[in-house]
């Protein structure tokens, strides 16, 4: 079986994701696509985010009509950073050695890879599908690889070439670049949308996600989010939990 782990903030999960997904599964043929939310991501910073609980929350409401697709809760919980490295690892762990597992992720993210957490183990570790935009090249993406893993210059000159797609096969993974996903939107818009009427903010996410977002009065201003992890601690175990439960069913 074919899946792929998607993780982010998804603060607020947007039409913009789910597009990615169902474009990556299409092409790839991917039977799942893992949704995982971070509860502690090392990259964002001071940023501060939507209690984990809310966005858990979202994320259910936005893949339930779509079996391809699986809110996971498999950073919930978190008392110190996520590493990528460690949730492919407890990924591929769950899964069959049959499975082929993929990492879906933007272009945008993917040009940070070289300063993850063990970026030369993260690459050895599954294929990655980077999701481009106008602008971005295979060659790009070949660049940003770390340096142990750079393709040569001549290669780079070569990929230049490809204008959508594409590959670049590694010793240790494939990057596969797609291209074509035309939904353009960005957390910000969303936010900013929620202030406005219900009808703007269906344009940005699903009718359930919007509903929510006005019943439990979400990014009504940014001054009024605050971070309150301790006093979600219950709510993420019995996430926890409910995933266990379910994640036994599937086997």
Not at 120 to 140: N, T
């Amino acid at each position: 079986m074919k899946l792929a782990l998607f993780g982010g903030t998804f603060d607020p999960v947007h039409r913009c994701h789910l597009a990615v997904a169902r474009a990556a599964a299409k092409k790839f043929g991917l039977r799942l696509v893992h949704f995982v939310p971070a509860t502690l991501p090392p990259h964002k910073g001071n940023r501060v985010l939507t209690d984990f609980h809310h966005r858990f929350a979202m994320l259910a409401l936005a893949t339930a009509e779509d079996e391809r697709f699986v809110p996971s809760l498999m950073e919930a919980g978190a008392s110190e950073p996520n590493y990528s490295i460690q949730t492919v690892r407890r990924l591929k762990n769950s899964l069959k050695k049959s499975d082929k597992l993929y990492f879906l992720i933007g272009i945008d993210a993917f040009m940070e890879v070289s300063t993850w957490r063990q970026p030369v183990q993260l690459l050895g570790e599954c294929d990655f599908i980077v999701v481009s935009r106008p602008g971005f090249s295979l060659a790009d993406a070949g660049e940003a690889l770390p340096e142990a893993l750079r393709p040569s210059r001549d290669m780079l000159q070569e990929l230049r070439k490809q204008t959508a797609g594409g590959t670049i096969a590694l010793p240790s993974t494939t990057i596969r670049l797609l291209s074509g996903v035309n939904e353009r939107i960005s957390s910000t818009e969303v936010r900013a949308a929620a202030a406005k009427s219900l009808k703007q903010l269906r344009h940005y996410v699903t009718e359930g996600v919007a509903r929510y977002i006005k019943k439990e009065h979400l990014y009504a201003s940014t001054s009024g989010q605050q971070e309150n992890r301790n006093a979600e601690g219950g709510k993420v175990l019995s996430f926890r939990e409910a995933h266990q439960r379910s994640h036994k069913g599937r086997e």
